[in-house]
């Protein structure tokens, strides 16, 4: 298995004040298949993106990437683990404002031994013609196609993405779906996002539901749906 949690448990705050966010995950993902982590506000699953990401780390339980365990890297190997093998994509583009479009993707090839050709990248994320502006010149929709690509040309085995639709209209919502499902077809890299738009689910080819810390659902959709016949 590519990608497995055993037992994850992660709580914030000390004594009276101490919440768990996280309480026993079990989880495996196939690789490159996309799954969706799926529940309302609270139910703890951005915290389990970053737990799974290495900005967070967990207070119990083991994490493990294609047989590397998380628990065992020190520091900097970790660092270089997140550098090399993860990509993530926020609900936030946090472009750089004076780069070009161009500039701000390449920004991520620089992290990687092994990145994208950025020439075929820009026409998989529709920006060929855009890729000298700079953001303030850009659509919300292109910035998020900017951020995916900045994010994708490491080549990562794990996209990671955290609401990358939560700013969105529906129909550029649509387009970033659309363009999330290419790069998944395309480069055939593992795609774990967050969201609570339960549309989206029937897009994914395993479905997690989270409520309160704890998996509710986790089950393989079989009546799987192209972004492009989602409506919501």
């Not at 919440?19 to 196939?30: A, P, Q, R, S, Y």
């Not at 270089?80 to 609900?91: N, V």
């Not at 583009?93 to 075929?120: C, F, H, K, M, Q």
């Not at 013609?129 to 196609?145: A, E, Y």
């Amino acid at each position: 298995m590519f990608l497995k949690l055993n037992n994850i448990r992660k709580s914030y705050g000390d004594g009276e004040n101490r919440v768990e966010v996280l309480k026993g995950i079990d989880l495996e993902v196939e690789k490159g298949s996309f799954a969706v982590l799926l529940g309302p506000s609270g139910s703890g699953k951005s915290t389990l993106l970053n737990v799974i990401g290495g900005i967070d780390s967990a207070d119990s339980g083991d994490i493990i990437i294609n047989g590397d365990k998380m628990a065992d890297m020190k520091e900097k190997q970790l660092t270089m683990y997140r550098r090399k093998h993860l990509g993530f994509i926020f609900q936030m583009y946090n472009l750089i404002p004076n780069l070009t479009v161009r500039e701000n993707i390449e920004v991520g090839a620089y992290l990687s031994d092994n990145p994208l050709e950025i020439g075929g990248l820009l026409k998989v994320l529709g920006l060929e013609n855009h890729q000298d502006k700079v953001p303030s010149q850009l659509s919300g929709g292109q910035q998020q196609r900017c951020a995916i690509g900045r994010a994708i040309i490491k080549n990562p085995d794990i996209l990671l993405c955290d609401e990358p639709t939560g700013a969105l209209d529906y129909n550029t919502s649509k387009e970033i779906l659309k363009l999330i499902e290419t790069v998944n077809q395309t480069y055939g890299n593992t795609i774990i996002m967050v969201t609570h738009n339960d549309a989206i689910k029937n897009m994914a080819d395993r479905v997690v539901t989270l409520r309160d810390g704890q998996i509710r659902k986790n089950y393989i959709n079989e009546n799987k749906m192209t972004a492009a016949e989602l409506d919501w």
